[in-house]
């Protein structure tokens, strides 16, 4: 009895119709990741403050009515910095206190650029407090802050403290605030310096 023996198979790249599938394919998968890094590249470079989250007041909004908050920080400082940049994003009105005195008051909405403070003279060896007073016409917004301090970012985040009382511009604010997340959010994107 005669054993057949069967063509062994031709690889399948070796065939037109699966060579190319397997072509597209490998062509998809390198473009993609080929963007997906890049827009990680892009997505770094357009973020001018590092860690820092969007935060505000509160996410329970059952009707539009106007707010007024204060969102509050305390840090410690062993020695003042020669240079302290504040950079600070608030949808609607903020003014921004360091230490009691006031480094700067704003208002911003959507597509506006962050507004960029020197802060260093406000500053004192040990504790420090930034203020930031919050306003909004709808009670809805958003809070994005970033200070550069002698190699240690302060950026708003679930650390912050906000209250709606006065007394929080001097003493401790009560409530933590809501974390709307990292830039890009809805609807702000990501607030760009000027140049």
Do not use: C
């Not at 023996?5 to 993609?32: D, E, H, K, Q, Y």
């Not at 106007?66 to 840090?75: G, I, K, Q, S, W």
């Not at 230490?99 to 008051?105: E, F, H, I, M, S």
């Not at 959507?110 to 020197?118: C, I, W």
């Amino acid at each position: 009895m005669r054993q057949e023996t069967l063509p062994r198979p031709r690889p399948f790249w070796s065939r037109p119709a699966p060579a190319a599938l397997f072509a597209i394919a490998v062509a998809l998968v390198g473009s993609s990741t080929a963007r997906a890094l890049h827009r990680a590249r892009a997505d770094r470079s357009l973020l001018a403050t590092g860690r820092a989250e969007w935060i505000w007041y509160s996410s329970r909004v059952a009707k539009p009515v106007p707010l007024r908050f204060y969102a509050v920080r305390e840090f410690m400082l062993r020695a003042v910095p020669s240079r302290a940049t504040a950079r600070i994003f608030v949808d609607r009105e903020y003014v921004l206190s360091v230490n009691g005195q006031r480094g700067g008051a704003g208002g911003q909405s959507p597509g506006d650029s962050l507004a960029v403070y020197e802060v260093a003279r406000f500053l004192r060896p040990g504790l420090n407090r930034v203020v930031i007073e919050a306003s909004s016409p709808t009670g809805i917004g958003g809070i994005l802050f970033a200070m550069d301090v002698a190699g240690a970012p302060l950026v708003s985040d679930g650390r912050w403290r906000v209250d709606r009382d006065p007394p929080a511009l001097t003493g401790q604010a009560r409530y933590r605030p809501v974390v709307w997340g990292s830039p890009p959010m809805y609807p702000w994107g990501y607030p760009r310096q000027r140049r």
